[in-house]
Antibody, heavy 122, light 111 residues
């Protein structure tokens, strides 16, 4: 079974750093982009960026460039989303989702991880 | 901000048909990029519902169907059921932003 399993809920203070993870299983991890999607409370889905696990090439949405960092450890089939200094406005649920690296194989997101809730509050 | 526009809400009685539009522009849908649809049930992660405009993944009922027209796409739900109450999002790629984009989302209510 193809799965993306994310790390658990986090509660942090403003200014703190944070790294959350997304572990893939049941497929060839390096053949699929890992995308990250933000959902703020009561709001819609926002694409943050994606990373190619085979070479760590990434591209970010202009809205998130410089605010977060994507990384990957292909030896353990795990992608990471990192903040160096959290703000209250980072409070949201963060999802990872995969799509094929080969453009001819389509770019729909399937499956999705279960989501990691992040709460940033003083 | 989203570059794909959806109606905030649609509603219908059980058994009825509802449609959700997804309007884009020349840098996404109009440029020929595929549109995909996701269903997000309350408190859960989004799930792929329709891919490449018209295709249903295994397990998705044929009550759900997709279509394309110019710079827009549509999702139709026929024979509306209580369990279809959820948020629905379209998604495509945008060449101007060099990344994926989601629609604004539509809440479907079964009356």
């Amino acid at each position: 079974e193809v799965q993306l399993v994310q790390s658990g809920a986090e509660v942090k203070k403003p200014g703190e750093s944070l790294t959350i993870s997304c572990k893939g299983s049941g497929y060839s991890f390096t053949n699929y982009w890992i995308n990250w999607v933000r959902q703020m409370p009561g709001k819609g889905l926002e694409w943050m960026g994606r990373i190619d696990p085979s070479d760590s090439y990434n591209n970010y949405s202009p809205s998130f460039q410089g605010h977060v960092t994507l990384s990957v450890d292909k030896s353990i089939s795990t992608a990471y989303l990192q903040w160096s200094s959290l703000k209250a406005s980072d409070t949201a649920i963060y999802y990872c989702a995969r799509h094929p690296i080969a453009a001819s194989d389509g770019d729909w997101f399937d499956p999705w991880g279960q989501g990691t809730p992040v709460t940033v509050s003083s | 901000q989203s570059v794909l526009t959806q109606p905030p809400s649609v509603s219908g009685a059980p058994g009825q048909r509802v449609t959700i539009s997804c309007t884009g522009s020349s840098s996404n849908i109009g440029a020929g990029y595929d549109v995909h649809w996701y269903q997000q049930l309350p408190g859960t992660a989004p799930k792929l519902l329709i891919y490449a405009y018209i295709n249903r993944p295994s397990g998705v009922p044929d009550r759900f169907s997709g279509s394309k027209s110019g710079t827009s796409a549509s999702l139709a739900i026929t024979g509306l059921r209580a369990e279809d109450e959820a948020d629905y999002y379209c998604q495509s790629y945008d060449s101007r932003l060099s990344g994926h984009v989601f629609g604004t989302g539509t809440k479907v209510t079964v009356l």
